[in-house]
């Protein structure tokens, strides 16, 4: 994958209390440039936001950040950016930084982080996507909704072939890998249906 391939990345305006959070937003954003691939990602230039974007810039991506207007002060809009746009809502925040986009990553974070991944997430049930979407399972940070996720299954709200649509990996490059093969695989599907 090359240049063309574009990561959009969810993750905290806030670092966390474990540094493992941080040391993780920036082995990500280091995989996405050795990778050279673009990023894009809610504009911010604090907590892992921050860390990831940084990480990327050094390592020669390219990186979009996406926030609105009203967050600009808040989340400190990262001005080192290869392109930062402001906008004015969140709902399109979030439209554009997933159109286009060739898979989805969720580092740690709150309850934005689980809104976009949420969002996106369901987007794919419904089929208005087939990218594929992952979760860098730093510190074990995801268990909890690991395990949530099997609840909802066994009371028989959530089915199988749904969390089989989430790849979750504690390392970087396993996942990043895993995202590429799914969206590869994505792309070959599209492109038979069109035949």
Do not use: N
């Not at 990500?28 to 940084?54: E, F, N």
């Not at 990327?56 to 967050?71: F, R």
């Amino acid at each position: 994958m090359a240049l063309s391939f574009k990561l959009c990345v969810y993750c905290g305006s806030r670092p966390g209390v474990d540094p493992a959070y941080r040391q993780a937003a920036r082995e990500l954003g280091q995989a996405i440039g050795r990778r050279g691939w673009r990023m894009v990602y809610g504009g911010g230039g604090v907590g892992l936001m921050g860390a990831v974007a940084d990480a990327a810039l050094a390592a020669g991506a390219l990186v979009t950040g996406v926030i609105p207007e009203s967050l600009m002060r808040r989340e400190v809009g990262h001005a080192g950016l290869t392109e930062l746009r402001v906008v004015q809502t969140m709902h399109e925040r979030k439209r554009l930084m997933a159109e286009g986009s060739d898979a989805f990553v969720a580092l740690p974070g709150g309850i934005g982080t689980l809104e976009e991944l949420f969002e996106v997430w369901s987007w794919r049930h419904l089929g208005y996507h087939d990218q594929p979407v992952g979760l860098l399972d730093t510190a074990g940070y995801f268990q909890p909704l690991a395990a949530m996720l099997r609840h909802a299954a066994d009371a028989g709200f959530v089915t199988a072939e749904q969390i089989a649509m989430i790849t979750l990996d504690a390392r970087v490059e396993s996942l990043l890998d895993r995202l590429a093969a799914e969206a590869v695989h994505a792309t070959a599907v599209d492109d038979l249906r069109r035949i």
